[in-house]
């Protein structure tokens, strides 16, 4: 289902194909692409660490990250936006493709789908300030779209965050929107930089 500024959303079917092996030197310019993954900030990946969690990292626990830390704190919100893709075999997520978002779409669609109640019992996560959903069932971490969108650059062919193709032109729509065609996988052994100190699986990979 689309979800525009409105929140307007609209539900369309599609097929669900394997996932494909390819490479991210076969992605071209113009490419319409589609995925359906976690929205991270680029300062938590970069950091090595959920900001508001020192304990999870950003690419292996991304249903962690707080709407709170990625929609309410600036540096957090305007150090660019990624949609990362699904884990490699140790556990940590494709670093996936960079979102070009100029009017943040993103981040008002996250704000209208995050919990903006008070903190929850039991919850780690901080609660979101500038998150509107008071329904009960309303997430306060973990935030999951699925986006389609055209790639406007291919990255410097980096293992980091500049190296990721990036998506201009983006439709956002809820999780539950399924890609014809997932995207092709992009960066899938991330910088060891970017998750160093985290799980056993990880550090015998670096």
Known sequence: MMLAKSVALVFALAAVAAPAATSAQEIEIGQ???ITGYVMDAFCINLGRLLDQSDRNALLHPEDHSFHCLLDVPICVN?????????NENGVHCLGYRLDDPDDEVVE?????????RRRPGRRADPCVTCTNDNG?????????????VVSELGDGSNEISGQPLLSDIEIF???EECETPAPKTVCDPDPSYYRGFGAD????I
């Open 32 to 34: 319409e692409i589609c």
């Open 79 to 87: 150090s660019g936006l990624q949609i990362l893709g699904e884990k």
């Open 109 to 117: 669609i996250g704000r209208s789908i995050g919990w903006g109640g």
């Open 137 to 149: 069932n309303a997430p306060d971490s973990g935030m999951r779209l699925t986006i389609r969108g």
């Open 174 to 176: 809820d999780e539950s």
């Open 202 to 205: 990880v550090q015998q990979a």
